[in-house]
């Protein structure tokens, strides 16, 4: 007697996570180019160019274009104003630091990065530099509101 093997179902139930995102990725995003500083650019020319763009958080980069940090556009604008930074300062001594060690491990955000994978990143954090699987290239900045706009386009 033959039996048939079927391949088990598991029922969807209240306690099983609904991933709002419908398996989409980072690259679903569509994210525009990442722009990022060199260590060495000046405030004024940082906030110009922030501006321009219309990014208020601007990854800084070192020599060999590894990530060290970011700048806060509107802290540093704010700074300038209030006379406390110099427009001709560098922007690595204005910078806040990425944390890199054992208490904050470091989170490969990918183009191919699930949305809720993100989603649940920027529950912590103000953004997530979307980079090449060897970590090579900045790529792009997500957001909380990039996903909101992918959200509300896609009308899920």
Known sequence: MATSVLPSIVPVSSSMPVD??????????????AF???????????????YDRDFSHIPVLDKDR???GYVDVSSLKARWEAGT??????????????KRNAEHPY???????????L????????FALVTDYDR?????????QDLDNFVSRRGI
């Open 20 to 33: 709002k995102y419908r398996g989409a990725v980072v690259e679903d995003l569509q994210l525009p180019p």
């Open 36 to 50: 990022s500083l060199p260590s060495y650019e000046s405030i004024s020319r940082a906030i110009e160019l922030a």
């Open 66 to 68: 590894r990530p060290l």
């Open 85 to 98: 930074a110099n427009p001709t300062d560098s922007v690595v001594k204005y910078m806040t630091k990425f």
């Open 107 to 117: 989170s490969l955000i990918t183009p191919a990065t699930p949305l809720a994978d």
């Open 119 to 126: 989603a649940e990143f920027l529950r912590h954090n103000i």
């Open 136 to 144: 090579k290239f900045v790529l792009a900045l997500a957001t909380s």
